[in-house]
Each structure stands twice: as C-alpha cells, then as structure tokens.
C-alpha cells in the first residue's frame, strides 16, 4: 500500500487500514501481527521489526531488545491469499535477529526509544538526530508500543518497540510517515480498550451464568445430585444437546499430590443413572482425558489461528472420535479449576455437545471457562464435603502441613518430620524397662483334705460345694459310723471279758493263763480305739478359714470311699502370690524385692501391685523356651473380689529406665550377638 493511497480518509486504502486495526481479535499476538503489517505498507518501509523488550528499563544500556517478528512476510509465513500458514506461537517463538538489516543501528534505536519511551528518528550511517537528508542513505524510525488504556498506559512497560528502516527521503517526508504512524500505532489503545470491554461483557455474562447455576447447586442436598443439577441447568441454558462432567481421580488430583490421575464421568445431562461400560461414556472419558492432559480447554472442530490460536493448535483425536456419527456435532471439552496452597489444580472436565441451534464456538468456550473458574470451587467443596469422615480429616491434616512444610510434596514432608521426631523421641526420652511374662495367682496356703479311712459317706452338710467359703472347724462331710461304733462297743465288751478271765487265772495262781488273757483284753483295747478313733474322725471338717476351691460330694452321699480319696481343697484366699513364668531372656533383669504390677485377663485395665519375693533357680521347659518361676506378694491395698486362685494374666516387672529405642531394638541387639558371637 503506497502513501498516494491514503490521501483521503475516504480512500479504500484507509478504510481498510481502519477496519483491519479496528477489528476485534482474542489474542494481542494477532493484532501485533497486523499493526507491523500496516506500518510497513503505510510508511513505505523496506523493513519494519516488532521487537521484544528484556532487562532492566532504568539504564538504556540495561535494555536488551529482541526481535520478534520482521516484516515482510516471507511466502513460508503468509501464503498469496494473505494467510498464516505458521502457527503464531511459532511465529513469535523464532529468533529473526540474523533477518534484521542493520541490526546493530537498527537495535540501537530500539534501545533508545524503549528507554525514552518517545518516537525515535535516526539516520543510516550518521550519529546525530534529525540529518540532513544530503547526508543519509536512509532514516530508521523507533516506535515504542505501549499498552492498555490511555490513561494507564504512561505506568504500564512497554510492550515492544516497532523499527521502520526507510529509503532516503525529504526531512517533511520523514516527518509526515512519522506523525502518520504515530496515529495508526494510536489504534494500540483501540485494541485493548475493546479487550477490555469484551472482559467486562464475558465477566458479566460468566458472573450472571455462574450465579444461576450456584444457586441451583446450592440448593441439593449432596454432591451426585449437586452435579446432576449443574449439568441440566447448563445445558438449558446453553441450549446443546448434551452436558457431562468427570471428575478426576488417582494422586495426582488430590492437593498436593503427584502421579497419574484420569477422568471418570460422573454426571451426564438427562441420565439418572450412568453405567461407565457403556462405548458412549468410554468415548466421553476419553475426550475429558485428552483435555485433562493438554489443561486447557479442546474445541472441534477447531477454530483458525486468527480465531484463537491456542484452541487451533490443541490436540483434538479422540474428540474427532467422539463426533465422528453425526457430522454436524460440534464438542468443546473445559477444564474445572480450583486455586489453593499447593497452586492451581483441574478436579474435572466439563464436555458440550451440540448438533443443532447451540452454539459452541470461542466466544461460549471462553464465557464457560470465565463461568467454570467461578463454579469449580463451590463443586469441589461439595465433593469434599460428601467424602467419608477419614478423607475429610486427612485433607484437613494435608492443609494444615501445608502451611508448616510448604504446599509440594506436603504428605512426604509431614511423614519425614513425624518419623524425625518419632526418632528423636525414641532416642532421648527414657522409661523404666517392663519385662513381661504370663503368671497366675495362687493361694499362699491350701490344704488338699481326703478321706481318712475307708469308709461310707453319710451326709454333706448344705452349701458345702466349690466356692463357698469356710471357718477352721466348720462342717465338711460326716461320715457313716453305725458299723464303726458297733465294732467299737464289740472290742470294748472283749476287752472286759478278758480281764475279767484274767483276774480269775491270778486268783487260781495260773499266771500263764492270766498273761494270756491280758494280752488279748490288749488287744481288743487298741481295737477298741482304733473304731473310737474312725468315729471321731468320721466328722470331716476345715482346717483353715478360707474358700473351697475343688469338691463336690452331693453325688457321693452313701457310697462307698476309699482311703486317701481327695474330697476337696480348700484355700486362703486373703493372702495370694504371684507365679510368673518368665523368659531365660529376660531373667538377669529380675531381682528380689523388685516391683511390678500384673493384669488379669478378666480386666486388663485393672493394675495389682506386686513385689518379688522368691526367684526360683531352676527352669522349666513350657512350649518349647526355657522359663523360671518368680514368686511375688500382693501389695495392693483393696482388691476386687473376684480376685481368686487360678486367674491368669500379665505380669510386668518394672526394671531400670532405659530410651525407647534400646527397648525396641533389645531383643534384635541381643540375637545378633548371639548368632555373631559379639
């Protein structure tokens, strides 16, 4: 486009210049890409460079510009019909400086105008400002390009510095193309007012939108059917065919978290219930899975590069998969996002479909995300509220050590701290050493009562059974004594009738008649006493105050019992001993008149103190260890009744203090010095 062009406003030439700069655009890339364009055409220049500004902007020398795009377009960036065949990324990516003609005058200038912040005039090959025109080849004008609205601009950086490399010219020529230019690089605050404008609107709209589906959330009673309501509400609203959401699942989802994490559907718009067997869902998760791992919203088809560059470059198979049936469904797919400690994070994927009237295009692409950016939070505070109590605590932990060791990793981190400090713990603090070892009580003294002769059982007086307790003298048994006290009258009629023949030998003066029957009056005598003796014997009783522990001689009244019989046991109770039954391992730790306390099995929260009154020096054999019998005394001041010989349980001897640590490792050091001989 020549100068001769544009000498009238009504002009084709300016009317396209206008409408090609006034022309909204979504990305600030493409409008940089049009003004080089334009200032190039207009100024008539045989370059134009749009260059980037690094370093620090106090000093001139701290600038460091970099080139980023160069004008013109070769044929490998903008084919005949005037469009990109490169992506703009692409395009701003590459290094062009070894494309800039004079690059070190060329840089120089765009320095000094990126510090000045004012419009630069400079001659080829000269060192002055504003040159005779007799004396330069050509002029080079430095643009800096400012950026936002008018009235903050003068705050803001730089966005860049456009350089326009000019033929030799008249000094008016020069400074009409530089005023000219000036004017157009003016439509700079044209293009980001209308961004700006077009935020407002999209907040607006995304704000109106997200408080109507909010308030339909928030008026379900659980998480499924808080979703089931949001994607109805939106597809209503959006007036598609078909909404879904997923949510993600695996560690990588969770705040904090690291690892592979994947979508599973959990809602879709006019399904109640939704089986993930399905092909159709399958298909679905595949799509959000393909925008979960891209993070950044997936339109098909996908728009044009001027449209919005970062949807056309986005991969888009398995949505292509998914649309394949119906030629005319459009599918956009949204990442759900929520901000925290550890940093911005996707809990899911919202996915639109539409064959018919709705609209799905980048307008609704970036009014859902705005809308999604504002509704996510309310949706991940339902799901979390809906978890079982033990994953809202574990995240509730996870925030809180956050904050303490930092949001990456935090779960790690914790654990490190907590096992440290469990170690040092173990290490310093110090506890007296209980050794522990199976005992049981018993009776300090019992008696074993049996049958002293052999006899009949007679009676057994009432309640004499196992477990009542009894007097020293009390009643046990009575025995049959008619045979016994027949016998006894029997002996003692012999006894007198011998004597009496006795007496009568002597009076005859027969003494070996005498002698004789005196003998047998003997022997009768001790017969005699032998049945006094079993009667008197015949009443059984106990020997000691204290509580029968064995016998039961209801069933046996009237038989007959042998000698020696055992008939019951009886036991004192008020004074018990401790028997433990402690390990060869742990022996050398046992002295007398040491103390521990035991619990029985009937009540392990019950503790009875004992001292250690006997260690017996000899051991037994019991499943398959050696063990030695240690006897203690009872020195508890009130004990529980049911307190009774035969209880087991646990005793614990309290030995010195020793750290946690040489406690837990004891039995390890000590069979490692066994197995090594250390």
Known sequence: MALTDLSSLRTPGWQRVVGELSSPTGDDRVFLLRLLGVLGQVSGARQAVLWTLTGSRDDAMGIEPRAALVWPFGPDVVDAQGRMTVPIEALFDAAKDDNVEGLAEVRSAARAAAHSRQSEIY??????????????????????????????????????????????????????????????????????????????????????????????????????????????????????????????????????????????VTALSDTENLDRRMAMVQRLEGAMNECLDQEQPVLYPPPSAEGDAILAQAVTHAHRELAALDANLKVASLPVRVSDASGDRIIGVVLIESAGQGAIDVGTVELLQATLDLVGPVLDVRRREDRMLALRVYDSGVKAGAWLVGPKHTVWKLAGVALLGLSLFSVLYTTPYRVGAPMELQPRVKRIISMPFDGVLDSVPKGVEAGQRVKAGDVLAKLDTRMTTLSELEAAAQVLQYEKQADEALRKGDLAESDQNRARADQYKAQRDLMKTQVERSTITSPINGLITSGDLKDKVGAAVKLGEKLYEVADTSDMQVIAKVDDRDIALIHEGQTGQISPKADPSLKVDFIVEQIVPASQAEEGKNVFEVRGRLTGAEMPSWLLPGVEGQAKFNAERHSLAWIASRRVLDQLRIWLWW
């Open 123 to 264: 001659g080829l090959e000269s060192e002055g400002l504003m040159y005779d025109p007799q004396a330069v080849r050509g002029y080079v004008i430095a643009l800096p390009v400012a950026w936002g609205l008018p009235a903050e601009s003068s705050g803001l950086p730089l966005q860049g510095v456009v350089t326009l490399m000019l033929d030799g010219r008249s000094r008016q020529a020069v400074q009409t193309t530089l005023a000219l230019v000036e004017v157009l690089a003016g439509y700079v605050f044209t293009h980001t007012s209308q961004q700006a404008l077009r935020r407002v609107r999209a907040s607006s709209a995304s704000l109106e939108l997200a408080a109507r589906l909010i308030a339909s959330i928030n008026q379900t009673r659980d998480f499924k059917g808080a979703v089931i309501q949001f994607v109805n509400d939106l597809c209503r609203q959006l007036g598609v065919d078909r909404v879904a959401m997923g949510f993600a699942h695996g560690s990588g989802s969770r705040p904090g978290g690291e690892g592979p994490r994947e979508i599973r």
